[in-house]
């Protein structure tokens, strides 16, 4: 066996009458060691934090948001996914900073109330589905997940109370509909 790009060839080799094959497997190191990220974790966070408390001092009404602590977090691995393209990094990103976003616009006196949260969510997964769509790997259940928590969210917020009767009316007439079309297919 011989060396290829100073790494010694690993495998296997299989000897057949005299002549011999060598079949050889290695992970790609490309930017870096096996496991390793190529960005410092905590110097994005660093950053990302350090930028939240800058706008803090300039825009009050942010000291009054949620937790930076944690939309740093969430804006780091969605930095992270940007630079490594690690799934895991693009659906922790996208969920923490839609769970820290509520406080952040109702700081801002943008929106507030019922529902926001519900419709943040929805919009991180439709976000994770639109990556997806765009690499090719179809727009998977994350885009029915974001749908629905969208439109709910969304209705909640344009006529608060509108989530207390019409959606748990929507849903139970969904699942007899359900119901009934499964035992019309269990009968023929």
Known sequence: MTEQRGKPATGDVVGDGGVVHAYGWE?????????RSR?????????????LLLAERIWPPLASAGSLVFLAVGLAFLA???????????????IMTA???????????IVKGEGV?????????????????GSRSG????AGLGAILFVIGASTVAVPGFGDLVWPIILVAFGILLLIRAASGARR
Do not use: E, H, K
């Open 139 to 142: 727009w998977g259940w994350q």
């Open 39 to 51: 960005l410092p974790w905590f110097g994005i966070f660093l950053v990302v934090f350090g930028g």
């Open 99 to 109: 769970l820290a976003m509520p406080d952040l616009l109702a700081a801002a006196n």
């Open 80 to 94: 992270s996914w940007l630079v490594n393209r690690g799934i895991a990094s693009l659906y922790l990103g996208a």
């Open 27 to 35: 992970w790609s190191d490309v930017g870096g060691p096996r496991g």
């Open 117 to 133: 949260g519900t419709l943040c969510l929805g919009i991180a997964f439709l976000l994770i589905a639109a990556v997806r769509a």
